[in-house]
């Protein structure tokens, strides 16, 4: 009998223990859904019902692939993303990011990152926007993004990665950034699109350098110090092309910024349909740069026009 007792009272622990064990495991999994509140807890599940207070709370209990949602007006936090995911700020959703980076990415080689509806204010100290290090893409949508002073959105890829920029506005860039760089790293490259997007007020518009094959169309880049649309190339090729846009009262006096500037033997810039005018000079072009015109552009009222390097046939 004392054996009999023994057994089932070894059974019974046995089952407590896996009960407590599942138990555990269901309070560590991660959620493809997590929410955060200004009136949450990071010690929370994340759940709609028990929002967390953070985005870096909000990660951790997030499975890759799953989706981070805001659910009332708040700053909430920078973020360090390693692994594919969505930060949706659901237009109400903020990021103060004084003296430092609001979002890194730095994650897998196969992972594609989602920022949308966000607002991310640099407090004119921070570092840059919104900077990818790594990862297979980045997009970016519905967002704001100002008072930093490097760039907006610095993209410096380690390896071949894609940047995809919707409706979103970038001000206020200043010290040694601007709205916009793309400038691959190591032997990584970059394939962007930047559409109906807004470069306002930085150092410089956007920058694309070495390795690089970006678009920017239907888009207003305005006001900039320096220039409005760079390519900058000296080993690889850096192609730019320019379709359908306003670039206008960009350059800070004395002939230092051009509404398109094309730098290096390696750079090369297709313009179609923009009207160009009112900056201090049209088309740049230094150091062997090219500047190519599908001949359907307005360039004028600029201080200086300038001309383009070769022409293009419309088919």
Known sequence: MFYRHSVIGTARRALVCIALLLVSSACFAQA??????????????????APCKTFAGAISKTAAGGEIDVLDPGGFGTVTITKAITIDGSSMGGILASGTNGIIVNAGAND????????????????AGIRFLAGKTLHVDQSVIYGFSGFGIDFLPSAVSRLFVNNVKVNGAQGTGGGIQVAPTGTGGAIGTIDNTRLEGNTHGLIVRNGSIVTIRN???????????????????????????FLSSNGGGAGTGAGVWSSGPMA???????????NEVGLGIVSGGQILSFGNNKVADNTTDGNPTGSLTQR
Do not use: K, Q, Y
């Not at 493809?32 to 019902?49: E, F, K, L």
């Not at 090369?268 to 009112?278: A, C, R, Y």
């Open 268 to 278: 090369v810039i297709h313009i179609s349909n923009n009207v160009i005018s009112d």
């Open 219 to 245: 888009s207003v880049v305005t006001g900039n110090l320096g220039h409005g649309v760079t390519a900058i190339s000296t080993t690889d090729i850096a192609d730019l092309t320019v379709e359908n846009s």
């Open 112 to 127: 594609v990152v989602r920022i949308r509806n966000m607002n991310i204010n640099g407090s004119g100290t921070g570092l």
């Open 32 to 49: 493809t859904r997590t929410w955060v509140s200004g009136v949450g807890d990071d010690a929370n599940p994340c759940s709609r019902t």
